[in-house]
């Protein structure tokens, strides 16, 4: 039913060269090959036009399967040049037109996630763009849903959070507008206070685009998801297939490369991970719904794990490194051996002992080998890193998912199973195994057939360690003994009595001769 509404339709998808657009794109045209057309608003980036952007893309492995179903899979994209940081997103007279009269459905995934983005930039493009798009959309007269990607957390600062929008203390347009006239430095100094109990400028303005859609909404026909933290997918169109270094991923090569040997994070709180595929199944679902059924207001739908199949970040941890030893990365600097803190002191301890020094002193070893020194610079990032995802660690949330529930319960048999967002048949376990192998494969792009050379890398980084601490307790021992009459008194107690034990079992053993 979901595949056959969208046979025949033009689809308008913002974002769709992010990790979440590709994965909506390749889940469209494999179960709706006979769309009419999807256009995708891209902008050209790094030297690459919008054709070779968009070719990239489909050439990729993920768009393997579709070529099957969908051989003229290339037609039926339409790469619309916009840029969402511009006024009317910069999109020419003729395409604009064209948009206009033929767009049924919208998906607006397009964001910047970064967590450290300027405000005026994160407005512009979670808050500013979003309420272009809504004015656009009010002029498509065969405009049938909108349906906006959010995420789970524009309302961290709540323990327990319903689907439901919740208002920012100061309005959207209010902000937009000071956008337009303030400094960055008057920016800077008000930032804090605007987003005050949010980590970050990303959970505040995706916040504010709910209520910009809340209030500016009008006659569309709106619905939000709320995603958590979206990971590798986990069936289809194949498992663990993952190209975006955000979120856990990022942490999950910086362990695997042996980069990453502590972390800051509660063992026990949940890990309110969700499959990109799963979210991308609601997501469809969702449109369907909101088109077919038109609910009388804007439904909220929470994509969360928690508390339908809650798994721990200790498990977790635990199951990434287990992985690890069956499938270790390559030409990693130092064994995967990461492990959780959970105070202040040990955290600042364990960056300075395997942070901090290993890199310094590898970057002595680099310019004492002539080359350039980059491991502080690497070590620096990935701790700054940690810093900004500690947060979303060292906390648990409640996400009510009725919502959810309920629109599983209006899916038939066969939809359930072509869009399956049901997480609780997910096994964590085997998910974060493909997950492991899928950053290996398509994200780092590593050869299967090179697993023996990373294992003998390992064992030769072991040695390397076993001997690094041998030498440096000898040298710290006699640097010791140099020192201190009781260090020196305790060093000839253990050589006599070692000695003692010695003689003892050879006169023993003479004796039994
Ligand atoms: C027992 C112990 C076991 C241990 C095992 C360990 C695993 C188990 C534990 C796991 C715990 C997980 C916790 C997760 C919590 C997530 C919560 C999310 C909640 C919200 C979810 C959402 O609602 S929303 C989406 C989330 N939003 C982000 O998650 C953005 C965050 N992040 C940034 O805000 C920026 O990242 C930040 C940080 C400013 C740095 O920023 P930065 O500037 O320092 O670094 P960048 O990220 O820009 O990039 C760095 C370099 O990676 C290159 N790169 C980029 N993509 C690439 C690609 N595809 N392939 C190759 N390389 C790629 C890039 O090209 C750069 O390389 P180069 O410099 O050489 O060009
Ligand atoms: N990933 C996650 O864990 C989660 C994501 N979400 C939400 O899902 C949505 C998609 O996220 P995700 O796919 O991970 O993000 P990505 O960063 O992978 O993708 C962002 C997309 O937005 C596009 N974009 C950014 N700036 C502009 C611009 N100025 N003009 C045109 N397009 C632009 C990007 O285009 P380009 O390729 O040109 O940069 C890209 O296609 C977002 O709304 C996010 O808030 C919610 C919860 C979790």
């Given at each position: ?114 967590f ?34 959010s995420t789970a957390f524009a309302n961290c600062n709540l323990k327990h959070i319903d689907?439901v929008i919740y208002p920012c203390a100061v ?20 930032t804090p206070k605007l987003i005050g109990d949010r980590p970050n400028t990303y959970t505040y303005t995706k916040a504010l685009g709910e209520m ?14 709320r995603?958590s ?43 309110d ?117 500690e947060y979303f660690?060292n906390r648990s949330w409640e996400w ?114």
């Amino acid at each position: 039913m979901i595949s056959a509404f969208y046979n025949g339709k033009s689809i308008l998808i913002t974002g769709a060269t992010g990790f979440l657009g590709k994965v909506m794109m390749e889940k469209l045209l494999r179960t709706s090959p006979d769309l009419k057309v999807i256009y995708i608003l891209v902008r050209p980036k790094a030297g690459q036009t919008l054709q070779q952007r968009v070719f990239q893309i489909l050439n990729s492995k993920l768009f393997e399967k579709v070529k099957e179903v969908c051989p003229k899979v290339h037609e039926k994209i339409r790469a619309i040049s916009a840029d969402l940081n511009q006024h009317d997103l910069a999109i020419s007279k003729e395409d604009m037109q064209e948009l206009l009269s033929h767009t049924n459905i919208i998906f607006h995934c397009a964001a910047t996630v970064r967590f450290d983005d300027h405000l005026r930039h994160a407005v512009q493009l979670n808050v500013t763009a979003t309420q272009q798009l809504l004015s656009i959309a009010s002029q498509m007269p065969k405009l049938e849903a909108f349906i906006h990607i959010s995420t789970a957390f524009a309302n961290c600062n709540l323990k327990h959070i319903d689907e439901v929008i919740y208002p920012c203390a100061v309005e959207p347009k209010k902000i937009i507008d000071s956008m337009e006239w303030l400094d960055d430095a008057i920016i800077d100094e008000i930032t804090p206070k605007l987003i005050g109990d949010r980590p970050n400028t990303y959970t505040y303005t995706k916040a504010l685009g709910e209520m910009v859609l809340q209030q500016e909404g009008g006659n569309l026909n709106i619905a939000i998801i709320r995603p958590s933290i979206v990971g590798a997918t986990w069936q289809e169109p194949f498992p663990g297939w993952i190209d975006s270094i955000n979120g856990p991923t990022g942490l999950i090569v910086a362990a695997g490369k042996g980069f990453l040997r502590s972390i800051r994070a509660t063992p026990m709180a949940v890990a309110d991970l969700i499959p990109v595929d799963l979210v991308i199944n609601l997501t469809l679902a969702v449109g369907w719904y909101t088109a077919v059924h038109r609910p009388k207001s804007t439904l909220i739908y929470h994509c969360t794990s928690g508390n339908l199949n809650p798994c721990h970040w200790g498990k977790m941890g635990f199951q990434v490194l287990a992985t690890f030893e069956k499938i270790p990365f390559e030409k990693a600097f130092r064994r995967p051996n990461a492990d959780f803190t959970t105070n202040n002191i040990t955290t600042h301890y364990w960056n300075a002992v395997s942070h901090r020094v290993p890199a310094i002193i590898y970057d002595v070893y680099l310019r004492l080998t002539g080359r350039k020194p980059r491991m502080t610079k690497v070590m620096n990032r990935l701790l700054r890193t940690l810093s900004m995802l500690e947060y979303f660690i060292n906390r648990s949330w409640e996400w009510s998912t009725y919502n959810t529930e309920m629109l599983m319960s209006e899916l038939s048999p066969e939809d359930q199973r072509v869009f399956n967002f049901d997480v609780r048949q997910l096994n964590w376990l085997e998910y974060i195994e493909n997950y492991v192998l899928g950053v290996k494969k398509y994200l780092l792009k590593e050869d299967m057939a090179g697993i023996p050379e990373a294992r003998q890398h390992l064992k030769r980084l072991r040695n390397i360690h076993y001997l690094f601490n041998t030498a440096l307790f000898l040298i710290a021992w006699r640097l010791l003994i140099a020192r201190s009459q009781v260090a020196r008194n305790v060093w000839f107690f253990i050589v006599s009595f070692c000695y003692k034990l010695l003689s003892y079992f050879r006169a023993s053993s003479r004796l039994k001769v």
